[in-house]
């Protein structure tokens, strides 16, 4: 068996080809353009693992998907690539429309002509994860209770817009096509890889150099982190459990600790 994952090479989508490996025997096919985001030493401790198989390329070049969805007859396509930083997004938003909206859009257009070629069972059984972000449902005041897949989407940033985007386009493909897709919208991560400008390795790198540790606003501002890792078992987690057109909110605050970190459920 054999999963195709998009963005392998970036923050996440490395820890999660890493971590599934380290569980499963099914092969991964790890499509990455290497934009700045990427890098493949983030999976040196594969070496020459035959179950990891990269290439490097565009998710929205529709040649490219539909012949390694032919080749490889993956059952399910886990979609982590995208512009993911918001302040960049902030500086040139025309990349964040084009790889999150259109790259998406792509994607589903490849995935949805394989999907319907397949037999009734495999057809039945495949699954489109969309990877994405609870930066849709925009910022929470202080006394404000978590966000929960029934919240408004506010997007505050053209990042996360962008994603908003994508995520529309997801669920529409499930209600117009059926095609069968689960999308996850997690909180801030941390953990191996991340990226140096991103603010938690900046801050501890300026810390180390004795530089100035930059805050925005007045330092007020609470963001949720959740450890990378846990993020990934949780993709695992609604990839095999998950039910079909549905929205899971991953991290985030919690009024019960200790709760299964992927909780409430948005009926399709
Ligand atoms: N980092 C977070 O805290 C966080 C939280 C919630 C959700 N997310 C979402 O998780 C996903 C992964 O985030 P990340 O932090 O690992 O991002 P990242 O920027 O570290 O990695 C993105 C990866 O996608 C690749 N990529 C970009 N454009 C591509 C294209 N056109 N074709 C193929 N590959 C392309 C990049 O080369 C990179 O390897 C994103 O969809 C993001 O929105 C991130």
């Known amino acids: 068996m054999t999963i195709l994952v998009t963005g392998g090479a970036g923050f996440i989508g490395s820890n999660f080809v890493l971590d599934w490996l380290a569980q499963s025997n099914e092969t991964v096919i790890n499509l990455d353009k290497l ?13 020459k693992d035959a179950r990891h198989v990269f290439v490097q390329g565009d998710f929205g070049d529709a040649a490219l998907v539909a012949s390694l969805l032919t080749q490889h007859q993956p ?9 993911s930083h918001v302040d960049r997004s902030i500086h040139g938003p025309s990349d964040f429309i084009h790889t999150n909206i259109v790259g998406t859009f792509n994607l589903l257009e490849c995935v949805r002509a394989y999907w319907g070629g397949l037999e009734t069972d495999t057809k039945a059984a495949f699954r489109f ?10 910022s929470l005041s202080k006394t404000d209770p978590a966000f929960t897949e029934t919240n408004r989407y506010e997007p505050n940033s053209p990042y996360s817009a962008s994603k908003a985007a994508s995520d529309h386009l997801v669920r529409a493909y499930h209600h117009t096509y059926g095609l069968p897709v689960l999308t996850t919208n997690c909180s801030n991560n941390y953990g191996p890889f991340h990226f140096p400008e991103k603010l938690i390795p900046l801050m501890i790198v300026n810390a180390q150099a004795g530089k100035a540790l930059p805050v925005y606003g007045d330092g007020q501002q ?39 970190i992927v909780h409430t459920v948005r009926p399709a």
Request: aromatic content about 10%.
């Open 75 to 83: 059952r399910a396509v886990v979609n982590f690539a995208a512009e």
């Open 222 to 260: 609470i963001r949720d982190w959740l450890y990378v890792k846990d993020h990934c078992s949780a993709i695992r987690r609604v990839l095999e459990a998950g039910r079909l057109g549905e929205v899971y909110n991953v991290g985030g605050w919690n009024e019960k600790p200790n709760l299964d």
């Open 129 to 138: 994860l969309h990877v994405s972000t609870d930066e849709v449902y925009g």
């Open 35 to 47: 934009t700045y985001a990427g890098n493949l030493q983030n999976l040196a401790s594969l070496g």
